[in-house]
């Protein structure tokens, strides 16, 4: 009973941290969205000048654990003078992971439209741009769309580290609650659930898009 | 820029970096072994097993997948001695988390591997008289190993990398050493640039051996 009044009182500090944590996993899918696309672009039409930068990058940043990552960022940042605070730090480390694998995600999508669609819509005279918009990316998004999703749980999993770095995000109110109650498992329970309740809720939609986009043939 | 980089006290600290290498290392293994063998079992229950225990399976996978695992390593050493009469390090508890971890990603690899055994190569089997455990044991095994070994390559190296987890409950792995070194030396910028290179340099030299090895074992 005890440990059920524990969770009741803590009710408000766990929404507060939701709320970072939806902040921090939200900003981070929408900037790593348009970084990685960017990047995914360089790496499947872009010229060697530029594709190999940006390879080697995405490559050296995937085989950085996501917790290294944030410090390195947290800690040899403001050394260079760059001082963003804790919250842009946090928000730029995953946002970097992030973007590495909507990038990868996003050659892989691009690279699965047949080249020769691309020559046969610049033959038909629309200029790249608009090959992209309107041949490449109606074919690439079924591809793109649920390893995308499954990268957002990633990202949702990955913002509970920020906790590491001072950021009152879900997972530190939990410690918080925890420091003052001494009811650990009651907490990390109820923690377990709301992350659970969100990642389930993303990585069926993965594989409901993946489900519905099956019967397309290539 | 004012700050100057000075790293004669990092690398006189290199043993807790060398020695932390190790033990990060360690763990991965430990948790890859231990998760081999839980999620192979597992993803035999699935594909074979009754409805219920099919079930079971797909709940403990889906709820290991779905939660970050610095909650879960939290939840394992600080969450259930609070409730059971148990008594683990904090480098046992890290184990059974991450080999618990494993488990549920490699329960997926497996079961995909499984079921992409041919079914012809199985009627074979059954053709020149093996029982079930034969057939098991040297027909689907052998060449579900061959198909998933790239993936089980991948999912070893992600699990290097998820050992710096461990450095929240002070295992003293690679960045517990550097958070020591950062802690008593003040040399942060400089441990970090030492640091992060040696998980990437480390994480592709494994993923290059595994590969090695994946092209021994192919079948030609």
Do not use: C
Not at chain 1, 117 to 131: C, D, I, K, S
Not at chain 2, 36 to 62: C, I, Q
Not at chain 2, 108 to 120: I, K, M, P, S, Y
Not at chain 2, 174 to 198: D, H, K, M, S
């Amino acid at each position: 009973m005890r440990a059920l009044e524990a969770v009741w009182a803590s009710v408000p500090s766990l929404l507060r941290g939701l709320g970072v944590t939806l902040e921090v996993a939200g900003l981070v899918v929408v900037l790593g969205l348009v970084l990685g696309l960017l990047l995914g672009m360089a790496l499947a039409y872009g010229p060697r000048l530029i594709a190999w930068p940006v390879r080697a990058m995405v490559d050296v940043i995937r085989g950085i654990p996501m917790l290294v990552l944030i410090f390195f960022v947290y800690y040899v940042l403001p050394a260079t003078g760059i001082d963003l605070g804790s919250f842009a730090t946090a928000v730029t480390a995953l946002t970097l992971f992030s973007a590495s694998q909507v990038a990868e995600i996003a050659r892989g999508a691009l690279g699965s439209v047949h080249r020769g669609q691309v020559e046969a819509g610049r033959a038909t005279g629309l200029r790249f741009p608009q090959v992209l918009v309107w041949v490449v990316a109606p074919q690439a998004v079924r591809r793109f769309l649920p390893p995308w999703l499954n990268s957002v749980t990633d990202t949702v999993k990955g913002s509970a580290l920020v906790s590491l770095v001072g950021i009152v995000d879900l997972m530190q109110s939990i410690q918080q609650v925890i420091g003052r109650t001494y009811e650990p498992m009651p907490l990390y329970i109820t923690g377990a659930l709301i992350y659970f309740a969100i990642n389930y809720t993303l990585s069926s939609g993965s594989r409901a898009l993946e489900a519905r986009f099956s019967h397309v043939r290539d | 820029m004012d700050y100057h980089l000075n790293f004669t006290l990092v690398w006189r600290h290199f043993g807790r970096l060398s020695w932390g290498l190790l033990t990060s290392l360690e763990l991965a293994l430990l948790a890859i072994l231990v998760g081999t063998v839980l999620g192979l079992a597992l993803a035999l229950v699935h594909v074979s097993g009754p409805r219920w225990a099919r079930l079971l399976v797909t709940a403990y996978v889906e709820a290991v997948r779905n939660i970050p695992l610095l909650l879960l390593v939290y939840l394992v050493f600080y969450g259930i001695p609070s409730v059971v009469r148990v008594d683990y390090t904090a480098t046992t508890s890290f184990v059974v988390t991450l080999s618990l971890y494993a488990a549920a990603y490699l329960v997926e690899v497996f079961r995909a591997g499984l079921l992409a055994v041919g079914h012809g190569l199985q009627d074979a089997g059954r053709a020149i008289g093996l029982t079930a455990w034969q057939r098991l044991l040297y027909v689907r095994l052998p060449v579900m190993i061959r198909i998933v070994l790239p993936s089980l390559s991948n999912t070893f190296v992600s699990l290097f990398k998820d050992t710096s987890v461990a450095s929240v409950l002070a295992v003293p792995e690679l960045t517990y050493g550097a958070q020591w070194i950062n802690f008593n030396t003040f040399r942060i910028v400089e441990v970090y640039l030492v640091v992060t290179p040696v998980y990437v340099v480390t994480g592709y030299a494994i993923l290059f051996l595994l590969r090695r090895v994946e092209r021994q074992l192919a079948l030609r």
